[in-house]
C-alpha cells in the first residue's frame, strides 16, 4: 500500500469551485431536457407536474379538502370529476393538520370509494396522516423524512402554515417552501400545498403565501356558492388562477353528494354550470349597478375604487370581478377610453368547462 499521507493536497480555489458551479447550472443548448411530465389531465390540458409544488388555496371552508380528495381520487382511479390520471400505479401521501384521526379516516374512504377499494383494507397506494396532535418543528420533519422515505408520485399537505410557526416570518416561510422544491425534484413527485387566502381576498396568508406564489408551477383557487333560494344546495368551484407554463385547465364545479358513501363530490352538469354562469352573471350586475348609472362613462380606477369600498373587498377580488365583467360582455370599453355598463346576454365561445374533448376515459 503506497502511504499518502505526506502527499500535499492543493487547497481548492473559490475560483474552482465556481466554475464548477458554473458549468454544473449552465442550460446547455446542445443538451437534452426532459419535458414536464404533468401527472393530471383536465379536457387535454395537463397540470400537476412532477418535480414541481403547487398551491391549493381557499377561504375557509370552501371546499378545499374535498378537492384535495378528488385530485388524489382521479390520480388512483383513472379518471375522476373530469380529471384524467397519466400516472399508472401512483402512490399518493395525503397531510392533514387540522383535522382529527376520524376526519381524516373519513378522506380515506371517499377515495377508496371512488376507486372501488375496501373500505376497511389499507392500500399503500394512498396513505393518509394526521398530524393535529405533532408540534410544528416535528411535524415539519416528519413531513420532509416521510417523502423521502416513501418516494411517492403526488403528495397533499393540507395546512402548509401549520408546519412553520409564524407564516409571517420570511426566513421560515423561505426555508419550508424550499424543502418542498428539493423534495419535489428530488423524489420527482408533485408537491399541493394548501394554504387559507386572506378574507375577502384572493391572496395566500402572510409571507409563508407570497413565497408560495411566486415558486409554484400551479395555482387553484377554491370558492363555495350557496343557492340563495336554497341553503342547503351548496356548490364549488376549483379554478386556475396562475399556471407557469401551461394554459388554464378549465374549471371543476361540483356539489357533495350525501347519498354516497361517506359524501362524495360529483361534477356538475354542462346545463347545470350554464345555469351557474348566468347566476353568475347577473350577481356581477347587480353589484356594479350599485355603483354605475347604464349608458354613463367611467374610468377603471373609479369603478374598481367604488366596488373595492362598497363591498368591502381587496383589489385581487376587485380586480378579478371587473375582469368578468368584461369577459362576458358587462363592461365594454367606451371611445373615450373608459367603460360602460352594458346588460346583454352572455357571449357564447364554446369553450365552456364542460366541453367534452377527444381524451379517452381510459388512459393506461
Known amino acids: 500500500m503506497i502511504d499518502t499521507s505526506d502527499i500535499i493536497q492543493e487547497p481548492v480555489t473559490e475560483e474552482a469551485l465556481l466554475l464548477e458551479q458554473i458549468e454544473r447550472y449552465r442550460i446547455k443548448a446542445a443538451s437534452e431536457y426532459a419535458e414536464k411530465e404533468y401527472l393530471l389531465k383536465r379536457d387535454g390540458v395537463g397540470f400537476s407536474p412532477r418535480g414541481n409544488v403547487m398551491a391549493l388555496s381557499a377561504e375557509k371552508k370552501a371546499g378545499k379538502t374535498w378537492f384535495a380528495m378528488a385530485m388524489a381520487a382521479a390520480l388512483l382511479s383513472g379518471n375522476y370529476m373530469g380529471m384524467i390520471s397519466h400516472c399508472k400505479?401512483?402512490?399518493?401521501?395525503?397531510?392533514?393538520?387540522?383535522?382529527?384521526?376520524?376526519?381524516?379516516?373519513?378522506?380515506?374512504?371517499?377515495?377508496?370509494?371512488?376507486?372501488?377499494?375496501d373500505f376497511n383494507l389499507d392500500n399503500e397506494?394512498?396513505?393518509?396522516?394526521?398530524?393535529?396532535?405533532?408540534?410544528?418543528?416535528?411535524?415539519?420533519?416528519?413531513?420532509?423524512?416521510?417523502?423521502?422515505?416513501?418516494?411517492?408520485?403526488?403528495?397533499?399537505?393540507?395546512?402548509?402554515?401549520?408546519l412553520l410557526s409564524d407564516f409571517n416570518d420570511l426566513e421560515q416561510s423561505a426555508a419550508v417552501i424550499q424543502d418542498f422544491m428539493r423534495l419535489s425534484s428530488d423524489c420527482k413527485c408533485a408537491i399541493w400545498a394548501v394554504l387559507h387566502v386572506n378574507p375577502n381576498s384572493e391572496k395566500m396568508r402572510g409571507h409563508l403565501g407570497t413565497e408560495l406564489g411566486n415558486k409554484v408551477a400551479d395555482i387553484i383557487h377554491m370558492t363555495k356558492t350557496k343557492n340563495p333560494n336554497n341553503e342547503d344546495d351548496v356548490t364549488y368551484k376549483a379554478e386556475e388562477v396562475a399556471a407557469r407554463s401551461h394554459k388554464d385547465i378549465h374549471s371543476i364545479v361540483f356539489r357533495i353528494d350525501d347519498s354516497k358513501p361517506y359524501g362524495a363530490p360529483v361534477l356538475l352538469s354542462g346545463d347545470e354550470v350554464e345555469q351557474l354562469e348566468e347566476d353568475e352573471r347577473q350577481s356581477i350586475i347587480d353589484i356594479l349597478k350599485k355603483y354605475m348609472s347604464s349608458g354613463l362613462s367611467m374610468s377603471y380606477s373609479k369603478i374598481r375604487q367604488a366596488v373595492k369600498e362598497g363591498e368591502k373587498i381587496g383589489s385581487v377580488k376587485a380586480d378579478r370581478l371587473l375582469h368578468q365583467a368584461m369577459g362576458v360582455g358587462i363592461l365594454d370599453k367606451a371611445i373615450n377610453g373608459k367603460y360602460i355598463l352594458v346588460e346583454k346576454p352572455i357571449q357564447k365561445t364554446g369553450d365552456l368547462p364542460f366541453e367534452k374533448t377527444d381524451e379517452k376515459d381510459t388512459p393506461f
Open 89 to 117: 400505479d401512483a402512490k399518493v401521501l395525503f397531510f392533514d393538520t387540522e383535522q382529527d384521526e376520524s376526519d381524516g379516516q373519513r378522506i380515506q374512504k371517499r377515495v377508496h370509494f371512488a376507486c372501488g377499494w
Open 125 to 162: 397506494q394512498f396513505q393518509i396522516f394526521h398530524l393535529r396532535e405533532i408540534n410544528q418543528a416535528e411535524r415539519r420533519d416528519f413531513v420532509c423524512k416521510a417523502i423521502e422515505y416513501l418516494k411517492p408520485d403526488f403528495v397533499i399537505v393540507d395546512g402548509i402554515r401549520d
